[in-house]
T-cell receptor, first 112, second 114 residues
Framework: DVKVTQSSRYLVKRTGEKVFLECVQD?????MFWYRQDPGLGLRLIYF???????EKGDIPEGYSVSREKKERFSLILESASTNQTSMYLC???????????FGPGTRLTVT | EDKVVQSPLSLVVHEGDTVTLNCSYE??????LLWYKQEKKAPTFLFML????IEKKSGRLSSILDKKELFSILNITATQTGDSAIYLC??????????????FGTGTRLQVTL
């Protein structure tokens, strides 16, 4: 079974703090993705990575950056958290570009 | 811009009922359509459909794709309370470069009552 894990289930941070969200997959998948999920807006893609050290912007990259130093790990960074980044963050991975994506359990981030 | 619309937005049924969830899409260079079930946490993968008219089935769940009319349906027969969840539809375009990006609909919230 594919396993995608995320470092925290719940996180509370203050405005202006730097926030790191980590995601690890154990199935040697090439592609990894970060989404945020908000009521009424569905899942929106923030960034994705198709190989180590490679990244591409998704639909809403503003205010975020990512890092992929190892194949199994993909980090999402909020350089200076703001209240409008309060959301559920979901990481996903897929074996190949056209394959289904598997999701981690999500991190519910609250920025106060 | 790719677009996925799901209907209804929410649905309440009694245990044992059959439900049909709808997903229509507009996407450039369509490759596949995917269905996910999301309970309290991560979306879990249900089906990937690539060809028109071929039903995919898993237990009481089934799904079919119509590439001419640009929609898919997800059927759940003999619903159970454990089927209560948000059902997400997503489309996958043909990979033109690096990784393929899923575009999701906003989901259908299904509640199954006793």
């Amino acid at each position: 079974d594919v396993k995608v894990t995320q470092s925290s289930r719940y996180l509370v941070k203050r405005t202006g703090e730097k926030v790191f969200l980590e995601c690890v997959q154990d199935m040697d998948h090439e592609n990894m993705f970060w989404y945020r999920q908000d009521p009424g807006l569905g899942l929106r893609l923030i960034y994705f990575s198709y190989d180590v050290k490679m990244k591409e912007k998704g639909d809403i990259p503003e205010g975020y950056s990512v890092s992929r130093e190892k194949k199994e790990r993909f980090s999402l960074i909020l350089e200076s958290a703001s209240t409008n980044q309060t959301s559920m963050y979901l990481c996903a991975s897929s074996l190949r570009p056209h394959y289904e994506q598997y999701f981690g359990p999500g991190t519910r981030l609250t920025v106060t | 811009e790719d677009k996925v619309v799901q209907s209804p937005l929410s649905l309440v049924v009694h245990e044992g009922d059959t439900v049909t969830l709808n997903c229509s899409y507009e996407v450039t260079n369509f490759r596949s359509l995917l269905w996910y079930k999301q309970e309290k946490k991560a979306p879990t993968f249900l089906f990937m459909l690539t060809s028109s008219g071929i039903e995919k089935k898993s237990g009481r769940l089934s799904s079919i794709l119509d590439k001419k009319e640009l929609f898919s349906i997800l059927n759940i027969t003999a619903t159970q309370t454990g089927d209560s969840a948000i059902y997400l539809c997503a489309v996958l375009p043909i990979n033109t470069g690096t990784a393929s990006k899923l575009t999701f609909g906003t989901g259908t919230r299904l509640q199954v009552t006793l």
